[in-house]
């Protein structure tokens, strides 16, 4: 029998980047929240179509500081994502990708990209703890890889903020808002994940 234990001080950052409100990426993002939240670790969950993220500009405006020139709310956003210790990012796939939004913040991360492999900076605030990332999404048809691409986007993008892919909870044929509540187990499958997440082995 493995012996675990919560990690009561962790940073955990949830991103929900649908756009559709209580939809089904939220209402797993939420039950994942839950998870975390039961063993007693604080969340923090933020919604991208809430926040004002522009597209990056490709403008090099980032080479020479690491830092981006463009005033919105990646600024904070930025240093949310370097302070966390586990991230768990939530979007449906939309033309077999991430939505617009989510690709418009994974995008605003090149001066973190640049702050790692240009100017050789740590991109974590605390480079020694552990970090790990968590991704959600569903799409409404079956297609056999219909999560591969969101997937290599996303572990591009963790490998940038030195986060480790922890894998990924996804759900094909989940198209009508409100449907993942009918899945048998999604709900409760994201609640153990989240559990999970902020958990450690003791005898590894
Ligand atoms: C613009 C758009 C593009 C979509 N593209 C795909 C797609 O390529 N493949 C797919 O299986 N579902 C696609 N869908 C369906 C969504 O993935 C599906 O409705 C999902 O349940 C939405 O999740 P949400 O409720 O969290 O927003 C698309 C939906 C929209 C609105």
């Known amino acids: ?20 409100r209580d939809g089904n990426t939220d209402l797993l993002l939420h039950q994942v929240m839950a998870g975390v939240a039961s063993q007693q670790v604080q969340t923090k969950t933020v919604i991208l179509t809430q926040l004002n993220i522009a597209p990056c500009r490709h403008c090099d ?9 463009v005033d919105d709310d990646m600024q904070w956003l930025h240093t949310d994502l370097r302070e966390a210790d586990r991230i768990i990012l939530a979007s449906p796939v ?12 994974i995008d605003r991360c090149q001066a973190l990209w640049i702050m790692k492999y240009v100017l050789k900076l740590p991109v974590p605030i605390n480079p020694d703890k ?25 572990k591009s993008w963790f490998t940038t903020l030195d986060i480790k892919y922890d894998g990924e909870l996804v759900f094909s044929g989940i198209d009508e808002k409100g449907a993942i509540t009918k899945h048998p187990t999604a709900l409760k499958d994201a609640f153990a994940a ?4 902020v958990t450690v082995n003791l005898l590894k």
């Open 130 to 154: 552990e970090r790990r990332g968590f991704f959600i999404s569903v799409g409404g048809t079956k297609l056999s890889n219909l999560f591969q691409p969101a997937i290599a986007t996303i």
């Open 94 to 105: 939309f033309f077999m990708g991430l939505t617009a939004q989510t690709k418009a913040m």
């Open 1 to 20: 029998m493995s012996k675990t234990k919560s990690v009561s001080k962790l940073k955990v950052l949830g991103i929900a980047g649908s756009p559709r």
């Open 61 to 69: 405006g980032c080479l020479k500081t690491g830092k981006c020139v």
């Open 194 to 197: 989240g559990q999970q997440l």
